[in-house]
């Protein structure tokens, strides 16, 4: 499988910061990296598809103007939660897809917003 | 539409047998997906079936029906360990590949 890697893995921000969260594969060179969320006992849930040297593809509903997506190499996509609010807290996943169409998740990174 | 509807809880003994069900409502079918997710961890790779029947995989074994929108997973030999959320996943959107996950279902073992 794919080594993903997620930095910062938590991060408490006051209301109204701006607050990036990168993406990394580790061993392999990916083109297409994909974001999700989950909120507590809710299973995850798309925000956007992060083509390399593209711009991003939003899921319904996502403010692509509070959630800015950068993928500017194939190893490395960032997430910026732009004027953060307590209702962004939440766990944020970052994930690739290999050649195989098998998707390999990071760590996550846990946000919360005061 | 795209949908996945999974049991939210399960409960097994340490050393039984559990399946956890998922059925799919899909358009266009690439494949189904399980995962696995501790508390507070990412999820990780179990299986891809987008062939009919069963994959055994160690002591995780995959089952598909595509006429009935159907999957299973079945887990052998439980343990601890094995306590966590199973998410049952569909791609969708093409050649993207973008995942729908269901809701998980919540295994809990018991001594």
């Known amino acids: 499988g794919a080594v993903v890697s997620q930095h910062p893995s938590r991060v408490i921000c006051k209301s109204g910061t701006s607050v990036k969260i990168e993406c990394r594969s580790l061993d392999f060179q990916a083109t297409t990296m994909f974001w999700y969320r989950q909120f507590p006992k809710q299973s995850l849930m798309l925000m956007a598809t992060?083509?390399?040297?593209?711009?991003?593809?939003?899921e319904q509903g996502v403010e692509k103007d509070k959630f800015l997506i950068n993928h500017a190499s194939l190893t490395l996509s960032t997430l910026t939660v732009t004027s953060a609010h307590p209702e962004d807290s939440s766990f944020y996943i970052c994930?690739?897809?290999?050649?195989?169409?098998?998707?390999?998740f990071g760590p996550g990174t846990r946000l919360t917003v005061l | 539409g795209q949908n996945i509807d999974q049991p939210t809880e399960m409960t097994a003994t340490e050393g039984a047998i559990v399946q956890i069900n998922c059925t799919y409502q899909?358009?266009?079918?690439?494949?189904l997906f399980w995962y696995q997710q501790h508390a507070g961890e990412a999820p990780t790779f179990l299986s891809y079936n987008v062939l009919d029947g069963l994959e055994e995989k160690g002591r995780f074994s995959s089952f598909l029906s595509r006429s009935k929108g159907y999957s299973y997973l079945l887990l052998k030999e439980l343990q601890m360990k094995d306590s966590a959320s199973y998410l049952c996943a569909v791609p969708y959107g093409g050649a993207t590949n973008k995942l729908i996950f269901g809701t998980g279902t919540l295994l809990a073992v018991q001594p």
């Open positions: 992060s083509n390399e040297g593209s711009k991003a593809t939003y």
């Open positions: 994930s690739l897809m290999t050649p195989a169409d098998t998707q390999y």
């Open positions: 899909t358009s266009g079918f690439n494949g």
